[in-house]
């Protein structure tokens, strides 16, 4: 599932930072998302579970923390590992999302992501491509 085109670790100290990539906006959250998750497992997730979730944000740092939030709350409450991210929407500082994954159960957790962070975070557009950066409290 990594792919240097999708998201890439950073060094960090402590905890969990990484930048995620895409074309579009929506294509650079989406990577965070599998970052976030492939740091918890790496192998192959299957597709039992469906949720659409729904955010907002007064602007894209807070957008995207509050789309990695609620991912980390479906795994924390409703034991949702996430697979896929499909037709994610972000418009007017909202964002729509449909999500697919299985039961966390099923799979072996390497690390617990205690929060998603507004530490070093930023989203922005460089070039052609746009990039999100965070970190996640280990």
Known sequence: MKNAQQYKYLEHTAD???QAFGKTIEEAFKNSALAMFNSMH????KEN????I???GKDNEALLYNFLEELLFLFDSKHFF????KNIKIKNNKLTAEITGDNAENYEIHIDIKAITYHEMFVKKQGNKWVVQVVLDV
Not at 42 to 45: H, L, N, R
Not at 82 to 85: E, H, P, Q, S, T
């Open 16 to 18: 969990i930072k990484f």
């Open 42 to 45: 790496d192998g192959k997730i």
């Open 49 to 52: 579970k469906d949720f659409k």
């Open 54 to 56: 729904k955010v907002q």
């Open 82 to 85: 996430l697979n896929k991210v």
